[in-house]
């Protein structure tokens, strides 16, 4: 296995965490007190993904987990917590907290999204079909195209994964491991100036908070290309 292959090897299957980033409140619909409470909740909430966000998981964690013990069915501390699971490398823990939200929140498709994500189905097919499906109810969720572009990157259907990795990055561009992958998906392809770039947005992105990847063999990647363009 060469060096491409191998860079190609470890970093395909990036795993990408999925969560909300707080509760929206309407005022205008709600009294005074639950205005308030709301506010409340969200504002630890927020707390918590800002700090995501800026690459402080640990902080995240435990803003996430205080969210939680104050109101016990918030589902955006759940996803910040499996989140943050994901990161950590504890996929029990996340898997454990995906299968409490498909209970509590049965018609969410993100926790049953996650799952597929992070337990691969032995029928690729009808792993196909699952997403497929959820994608029809809800198109615009950047993780369901992401893990429609990790099937098809396992099954070496790069045109495909190419699409999907780029649905995922188009509907949430601050994520790096979305560029990442998008960017994976257009080198496999021969697309060498295109998917430099966005090499450069997953580094560009990985710099400013978290992310699972290591940068420096992406570094390693970035300057093989350049080698290969340049006369």
Known sequence: MGRGERFFAGLTLVIVPVF????????????????????????LVNEAYRAYQSGDVATARSKYAEALQAYPDNRDAMLGLAACAVYEGNLESAVAMYSHLTRVYPQDELPRAALIGLQRQQDSVQEEA???NMLSKQPEIPFLHFILGRLYATQSRWPEAQ?????????????????LNLAIS??????????????????DLAGRGASDFDTAPIIDRINSLLRQIQP
Not at 20 to 43: N, P, Y
């Open 20 to 43: 909300a980033t707080g509760t929206e409140v309407k005022s205008g619909r709600l009294e005074f007190s639950r205005i308030e409470a709301v506010e409340k909740e969200s504002s």
């Open 130 to 132: 699952v997403i497929r």
């Open 163 to 179: 699409q999907a990795f780029f649905a995922a990055h188009r509907f949430d561009p601050a994520t790096p491991g979305y560029a």
């Open 186 to 203: 257009l080198d496999r392809l021969g697309q060498s100036e295109t998917a430099l770039h966005y090499y450069h947005v997953a580094i």
